[in-house]
């Protein structure tokens, strides 16, 4: 079936040092993909998402990249903080199927001081 | 403006017994989801309410799980006679009215059932 997976299970980087967090997807027809942190004991807290149709998105400190030729996504995160530790879902939702999220499996970023 | 609130926490049921599950979404919000994750795993898609119906319940197994989301009140996600393999966390989403594109959905801080 559809599926959103990610290469690494977990990620440790130097505080203050860029981060970038990789994820594959199956399904051709995503509309939207989104980047979701999720801290020990807590819900899921949206980051940033893109649209199928663009290639790159920026945030605050944060930047999304889409490849739908390989269907890659990536999250790359500026100057990495302490705050930043956490399991970074990538997901996507398609209109056919009625506003559901099918998420990856996660990765785990440590930040090291 | 209060998030999506979920309750209880923690939830521990023996095997046999009956667990419910609630879920109040944020102010406005008229869509409700629930998804279970299973320890270090991503969230998986359970069901998606609206006000009184269901729109679509592809991810509920077939036994033992509803879910409902009255015009009055919280949506609660019931799962009868549980066993071992429900021990889970289960979070619940809300969203405004479904316009064109997608909305985004707000997290709750989850239920994490354990299932003696």
């Known amino acids: 079936g559809e599926s959103v997976g990610l290469h690494l299970p977990t990620l440790s980087v130097q505080e203050g040092d860029n981060s970038i967090i990789n994820c594959a997807y199956s399904?051709?027809?995503?509309?939207?993909f989104i980047w979701y942190k999720q801290e020990s004991g807590k819900g899921p807290q949206f980051i940033i998402d893109i649209r199928s149709n663009m290639d790159k998105r920026q945030g605050q400190r944060v930047t999304v990249l889409l490849n739908k030729t390989v269907k890659h996504l990536s999250l790359q995160i500026a100057a990495t903080q302490p705050g930043d530790s956490a399991v970074y879902f990538c997901?996507?939702?398609?209109?056919?199927?009625?506003?559901?999220?099918?998420f990856g499996s996660g990765t785990q970023l440590t930040v090291l001081p | 403006n209060a998030g999506v609130m979920q309750n209880p926490r923690h939830l521990v049921r023996r095997r046999g017994q009956e667990a419910r599950l609630r879920c109040s979404p944020m102010k406005g919000h008229s869509h409700v989801y629930w998804y279970r994750q299973l320890p270090e795993e991503g969230l998986k898609f359970m069901v998606y309410l609206q006000k009184e119906n269901i729109i679509d319940e592809s991810g509920m197994p077939k036994e033992r799980f509803s879910a409902e989301f009255p015009k009055e009140g919280p949506s609660i996600l019931r799962i009868q006679q549980v066993v071992r393999g429900d021990s889970a966390a289960y979070f619940c989403?809300?969203?405004?009215?479904?316009?064109?594109?997608?909305?985004?959905?707000?997290f709750g801080p989850g239920t994490r059932l354990t299932v003696l």
């Open positions: 989403a809300s969203s405004p009215p479904v316009g064109v594109g997608y909305n985004e959905q707000f």
């Open positions: 997901a996507e939702i398609s209109s056919g199927s009625a506003r559901q999220l099918t």
């Open positions: 399904n051709s027809a995503s509309d939207y």
